[in-house]
């Protein structure tokens, strides 16, 4: 994979040690707010008796395994840096992480498109999970930003516009453009590294709109 | 817009319609708030007290019917999700 090319090559240059400590906040915020957005949407499922909850529930439980997948990888990783120094920070836990990252959170971006998708095509589309769940680091980023780029998309043309649906809008871009970053890691290691802020402040977005809409 | 309400939405109007009524409503007040056919308003109201979110009663030989405990947070809860799914620029 290209990721773990490169890492191991470099070596801890391309990514200081302290970076697991930043991304595991990151991804931290990023899995609290997915499992708040989930508990939201079971609370609205419990409420309403509708299906359409499940949407979000099941999307955003999904992107919420991968991001605590990773947070327990970088904690792993910032708390025993010595023991991976030879292979460059790479060890088992982040090898094992990030697959598990990869399948969930596309499992995740797969059925948030479902919201948008077509009612003609919603049903034909589970066929194609399966040539998706072993990806290499490129080609899920590729897929990634895809599916977002439509949802983004969707959201910017579709709707009334209220600022709930600003801040919607604001952290889709926001996890796009982390994809987006994300692929700069071979160029530019600050990028890459601020491509996880924008992650967690794409997160906050979704935190402020779960707020405002609960409180009415 | 010619666009068909889904069932939720017209859960949501009847319950509307008899809550801005001070959570008592005739039958008739509802059909014309929900804007429905008498049939079909029929089923609604039927399902409504059904799944206890409503209740039927009847004062000095006039049908009316009000909104239980369950069927305000039923309704809270349709208009959250409502909220909820703007923000994701869907309609429901």
Known sequence: MVFETVIIQEGPQLIPIWFYLASSIAYGTAALISYLICYFAFRLYQKSKSKLNLIPLFGFL???????TLLFASLYTYNYPDLFKPLGNINQVNGQAFPIYYAASLIGYFILLMIYL????????????????????????????????????????????????????????????????QLTLPFSPTLYLIAHGILAGGFLSFLWMLIRVSRR | MNERRSKISILKDILRTIERENGR??????????????????????????????QKIEEKGQQYYITTLKGKEFFSGINKMKKFFEAFGVEI
Request: a positive charge.
């Open chain 2, 25 to 54: 409503a005739k039958p008739t007040h509802i059909l014309y708030g929900a804007n429905l056919s008498h049939d079909r308003l029929k089923k609604y109201l039927d399902n409504l007290v059904a799944e206890g979110f409503i």
């Open chain 1, 62 to 68: 999904s992107l919420a395994v991968g991001f605590t």
């Open chain 1, 118 to 181: 077509p009612k003609n095509l919603k049903d034909k589309f589970y066929v194609v999970y399966f040539p998706l769940w072993y990806m290499d680091l490129f080609s899920y980023h590729l897929v990634s930003l895809a599916i977002v780029g439509y949802i983004l998309l969707k959201n910017v043309r579709a709707g009334k516009r209220t600022f709930e649906r600003g801040l919607v809008i604001a952290a889709f871009a926001g996890i796009f453009l982390f994809h987006l970053l």
